[in-house]
């Protein structure tokens, strides 16, 4: 794999080769065109006759601009532009053309340098490939080269452009609080899909997240184009067939609300869109990103381990007793706990939603010593330490709001924005704001001796100006908060922080090059759970993702499921727990510290394994594994949704075994008992489901499947693959 160049007549030719792929740009006349991009061409000549200069029943000079690698606004131009600007003069037409190249002595990374025929301007794409992957990252730098401010309108990262095919499925996220990572469908047409944020952070209504295949993919099998966008603030992504029935996509930072205006010599950058294809099906393409950001990413759990994690909100919500978190800390501790996290009210006044936002300090009625006593007694049962704090946004009824009002984004000095949540929006980009906050959050960590922040943003971004500059603020402000994790984390190395946003709000590759983990949802129903978490892993790894065992019933859908239908479903992930332990019987205590011992033996295998999920035809089941690397051995889950059409319900298909490897099949010690547990409705035993198991080949349990216990609805069970 490698960027190569080649000369082909009067065209220049940039030829991508990933593992798998190829990614083919080409010159006409001055203009930079995209030739191909999908399976990986190995013949020369194949290259020599892809479309140089396009096939269409346009005039030549049409031709030149069908494939444009980067649009820009202008001439004939009537598609989707992905670059537009005003000069100086008022004039927007904007005409880039090739005119130079570097690539890195490692031939892995590219840059293509655009300039403008009549204005100062260049246009920079850079292109970037890793090795084992599939993922090309691009994004574009654009630089004002003159004396005279230029204002750029449009500026994407980057244009994506499929082969020609008649039909196209568009596949995309929708988001609402509670019931995120949805996935939907429609046709690629020729009328444009638009996919947005406008709300200052990235997963409100949609996610930047696309996938297209032809109508035909399925989890394990057909091709697929994918991507995202690594930015975590307001974005666009436009997704159509242009008047040629071409299909494209272009994205970048939204230009809602937001244009960047360049001075003399002045440069903007793009947040990376990273973009990839695969002939595999969607699981492929979900791999990938895992893959990707277990290679590229400082966060990742591939060198260290996932700690066990106890979150205390649902215990105390704002009513913070020290005696009662002793006492829950000390029973956490000899449940195997390892990381104890404090949720909000601990600080200010804080005893309700209302106030205290932006008073950093413990709440002296709470903690009349402080929080270094309680800091202390965690570390001393042998925990780490964790605390939830909301930095980005503020109370009105705070002192920090009193003494500094004009430390909040809004349009006027004697209008606040849109309350959410009796919430302003802290302007980040004031730069006594920034230290106030940093400096606040700094010395947290550093005198209580903090190991993990619970990161949360629960106000939309509205009317977002900054009295300071009078200027929308958005852009900035997203920026401003990756510079504040960065530098809380250069400071004090070894702290981890968790994205938490009203639960999955803000889950995004940008956010996740400086977190440690997101937060999935507030929704900890696993009924719920087990179609979020399986969704949000199309793009994050689920060692990445916050799955937690809940109270019964859960407190966002007042459903009662088993404790085994809880444990089951937060198993795969960075499992944590969230219920009240002090008022739980002794016997579901003993239940869940043989889950968490199972689970602490199988979490670094989680962080490297391959996940798969089975092209059930049933939808009342779920079927999702974690397979090691070297395919020696697997956990599947079976979940029992809903009731099936059939009973007892059919064999299920375990994809990404070795198929001619001899694989014992048997469940997992904690779902071995099912009369014990209550949650089997068989009329006689599973043959298989013993401690001995059955022997079968990978290949007959990807093809035909084995028979799953009968389970009553919303239980799932756990079951091991092991190769002889």
Same mark, same amino acid.
């Given at each position: 794999?490698?960027?190569?160049?080649?000369?082909?007549?009067?065209?220049?030719?940039?030829?991508?080769?990933?593992?798998?792929?190829?990614?083919?740009?080409?010159?006409?006349?001055?203009?930079?065109?995209?030739?191909?991009?999908?399976?990986?061409?190995?013949?020369?000549?194949?290259?020599?006759?892809?479309?140089?200069?396009?096939?269409?029943?346009?005039?030549?000079?049409?031709?030149?601009?069908?494939?444009?690698?980067?649009?820009?606004?202008?001439?004939?131009?009537?598609?989707?532009?992905?670059?537009?600007?005003?000069?100086?003069?008022?004039?927007?037409?904007?005409?880039?053309?090739?005119?130079?190249?570097?690539?890195?002595?490692?031939?892995?990374?590219?840059?293509?340098?655009?300039?403008?025929?009549?204005?100062?301007?260049?246009?920079?794409?850079?292109?970037?490939?890793?090795?084992?992957?599939?993922?090309?990252?691009?994004?574009?730098?654009?630089?004002?080269?003159?004396?005279?401010?230029?204002?750029?309108?449009?500026?994407?990262?980057?244009?994506?452009?499929?082969?020609?095919?008649?039909?196209?499925?568009?596949?995309?996220?929708?988001?609402?609080?509670?019931?995120?990572?949805?996935?939907?469908?429609?046709?690629?047409?020729?009328?444009?899909?638009?996919?947005?944020?406008?709300?200052?952070?990235?997963?409100?209504?949609?996610?930047?997240?696309?996938?297209?295949?032809?109508?035909?993919?399925?989890?394990?099998?057909?091709?697929?184009?994918?991507?995202?966008?690594?930015?975590?603030?307001?974005?666009?992504?436009?997704?159509?067939?242009?008047?040629?029935?071409?299909?494209?996509?272009?994205?970048?930072?939204?230009?809602?609300?937001?244009?960047?205006?360049?001075?003399?010599?002045?440069?903007?950058?793009?947040?990376?869109?990273?973009?990839?294809?695969?002939?595999?099906?969607?699981?492929?393409?979900?791999?990938?990103?895992?893959?990707?950001?277990?290679?590229?990413?400082?966060?990742?759990?591939?060198?260290?381990?996932?700690?066990?994690?106890?979150?205390?909100?649902?215990?105390?919500?704002?009513?913070?007793?020290?005696?009662?978190?002793?006492?829950?800390?000390?029973?956490?501790?000899?449940?195997?706990?390892?990381?104890?996290?404090?949720?909000?009210?601990?600080?200010?006044?804080?005893?309700?939603?209302?106030?205290?936002?932006?008073?950093?300090?413990?709440?002296?009625?709470?903690?009349?010593?402080?929080?270094?006593?309680?800091?202390?007694?965690?570390?001393?049962?042998?925990?780490?330490?964790?605390?939830?704090?909301?930095?980005?946004?503020?109370?009105?009824?705070?002192?920090?709001?009193?003494?500094?009002?004009?430390?909040?984004?809004?349009?006027?000095?004697?209008?606040?924005?849109?309350?959410?949540?009796?919430?302003?929006?802290? =302007?980040?980009?004031? &730069?006594?704001?920034? !230290?106030? @906050?940093?400096?606040?959050?700094?010395? +947290? $960590?550093?005198?209580?001796? %903090?190991?993990?922040?619970?990161?949360?943003?629960?106000?939309?971004?509205?009317?977002?100006?900054?009295?300071?500059?009078?200027?929308?603020?958005?852009?900035?402000?997203?920026?401003?908060?990756?510079?504040?994790?960065?530098?809380?984390?250069?400071?004090?190395?070894?702290?981890?922080?968790?994205?938490?946003?009203?639960?999955?709000?803000?889950?995004?590759?940008?956010?996740?090059?400086?977190?440690?983990?997101?937060?999935?949802? =507030?929704?900890?129903? &696993?009924?719920?759970? !087990?179609? @979020?978490?399986?969704?949000?892993?199309? +793009? $994050?790894?689920?060692?990445? %993702?916050?799955?937690?065992?809940?109270?019964?019933?859960?407190?966002?859908?007042?459903?009662?499921?088993?404790?085994?239908?809880?444990?089951?479903?937060?198993?795969?992930?960075?499992?944590?727990?969230?219920?009240?332990?002090?008022?739980?019987?002794?016997?579901?205590?003993?239940?869940?510290?043989?889950?968490?011992?199972?689970?602490?033996?199988?979490?670094?295998?989680?962080?490297?394994?391959?996940?798969?999920?089975?092209?059930?035809?049933?939808?009342?089941?779920?079927?999702?594994?974690?397979?090691?690397?070297?395919?020696?051995?697997?956990?599947?889950?079976?979940?029992?949704?809903?009731?099936?059409?059939?009973?007892?319900?059919?064999?299920?298909?375990?994809?990404?075994?070795?198929?001619?490897?001899?694989?014992?099949?048997?469940?997992?010690?904690?779902?071995?008992?099912?009369?014990?547990?209550?949650?089997?409705?068989?009329?006689?035993?599973?043959?298989?489901?013993?401690?001995?198991?059955?022997?079968?080949?990978?290949?007959?349990?990807?093809?035909?499947?084995?028979?799953?216990?009968?389970?009553?609805?919303?239980?799932?069970?756990?079951?091991?693959?092991?190769?002889?």
């Amino acid at each position: 794999m490698s960027i190569k160049i080649a000369q082909n007549g009067e065209s220049q030719q940039f030829i991508i080769e990933t593992e798998n792929t190829s990614y083919i740009l080409g010159t006409c006349d001055g203009y930079l065109n995209n030739l191909y991009w999908g399976e990986k061409v190995l013949c020369p000549q194949e290259i020599n006759r892809l479309r140089i200069c396009g096939n269409t029943g346009a005039n030549r000079s049409e031709r030149k601009r069908v494939f444009d690698e980067y649009p820009a606004f202008g001439g004939k131009f009537y598609d989707n532009e992905s670059l537009k600007v005003t000069f100086a003069d008022g004039v927007r037409e904007t005409v880039i053309k090739y005119d130079s190249y570097v690539l890195s002595d490692d031939k892995k990374e590219l840059t293509i340098i655009m300039k403008d025929e009549v204005y100062p301007l260049t246009v920079s794409l850079k292109y970037k490939i890793y090795e084992g992957l599939d993922i090309i990252d691009r994004c574009a730098e654009i630089k004002n080269e003159g004396d005279d401010e230029m204002t750029l309108e449009t500026f994407d990262s980057a244009n994506w452009t499929l082969p020609y095919n008649e039909h196209y499925r568009l596949t995309y996220m929708a988001s609402n609080c509670l019931h995120e990572y949805e996935v939907k469908r429609c046709d690629l047409g020729l009328n444009t899909v638009l996919l947005q944020s406008k709300s200052g952070k990235s997963n409100t209504g949609n996610y930047p997240y696309f996938a297209v295949d032809d109508y035909t993919a399925t989890e394990h099998k057909g091709c697929v184009w994918f991507g995202t966008l690594q930015w975590s603030g307001n974005w666009q992504i436009k997704a159509g067939k242009d008047i040629t029935r071409n299909a494209k996509i272009t994205g970048g930072v939204s230009n809602f609300d937001c244009d960047i205006v360049l001075g003399s010599k002045e440069s903007f950058k793009t947040p990376i869109f990273s973009g990839g294809f695969t002939s595999s099906g969607f699981g492929a393409a979900s791999r990938q990103f895992h893959n990707y950001q277990r290679k590229t990413s400082a966060t990742a759990f591939t060198n260290k381990v996932m700690p066990m994690i106890y979150n205390a909100w649902s215990t105390f919500t704002f009513n913070i007793d020290q005696q009662l978190l002793f006492e829950q800390a000390k029973r956490c501790a000899d449940l195997g706990i390892e990381l104890f996290v404090i949720d909000d009210g601990w600080f200010g006044e804080r005893d309700d939603d209302t106030k205290s936002l932006g008073d950093w300090f413990p709440s002296p009625k709470k903690f009349p010593n402080g929080l270094k006593p309680v800091v202390d007694y965690i570390n001393s049962l042998g925990m780490k330490f964790g605390i939830w704090i909301e930095p980005e946004m503020v109370n009105p009824d705070s002192d920090m709001f009193r003494a500094h009002p004009d430390w909040v984004l809004k349009p006027t000095a004697n209008r606040l924005p849109m309350q959410g949540r009796t919430q302003q929006v802290v =302007d980040l980009t004031n &730069p006594d704001a920034y !230290a106030y @906050i940093y400096g606040a959050m700094d010395k +947290l $960590v550093g005198e209580l001796g %903090i190991d993990y922040i619970k990161w949360d943003h629960n106000k939309l971004v509205t009317e977002e100006v900054s009295p300071l500059t009078g200027r929308p603020a958005a852009h900035a402000q997203t920026l401003a908060v990756y510079r504040i994790f960065t530098d809380l984390k250069a400071a004090h190395p070894g702290l981890e922080i968790e994205s938490c946003s009203s639960g999955g709000g803000r889950i995004d590759l940008g956010i996740l090059e400086v977190a440690d983990r997101v937060w999935a949802s =507030d929704c900890v129903d &696993p009924v719920e759970r !087990a179609d @979020i978490q399986r969704y949000t892993s199309l +793009l $994050v790894p689920p060692e990445m %993702i916050g799955e937690h065992v809940g109270a019964s019933p859960a407190h966002s859908t007042h459903r009662a499921t088993s404790q085994e239908m809880r444990m089951a479903t937060a198993f795969f992930g960075h499992m944590g727990i969230e219920w009240n332990l002090l008022k739980e019987p002794q016997e579901d205590i003993d239940k869940l510290s043989e889950w968490t011992a199972e689970f602490k033996k199988h979490r670094e295998w989680f962080a490297v394994d391959t996940v798969v999920h089975s092209d059930a035809a049933d939808p009342a089941v779920r079927v999702d594994g974690c397979v090691m690397p070297n395919k020696a051995a697997a956990i599947y889950r079976f979940t029992q949704l809903t009731t099936s059409q059939t009973y007892p319900s059919a064999p299920v298909r375990l994809p990404g075994l070795d198929p001619d490897a001899v694989y014992v099949v048997s469940p997992l010690d904690v779902s071995l008992d099912l009369v014990k547990q209550d949650i089997g409705n068989g009329q006689s035993p599973l043959g298989w489901w013993t401690a001995d198991g059955v022997k079968m080949t990978g290949r007959a349990l990807a093809a035909y499947g084995i028979r799953p216990p009968a389970l009553h609805p919303a239980q799932a069970v756990l079951f091991k693959v092991v190769r002889i």
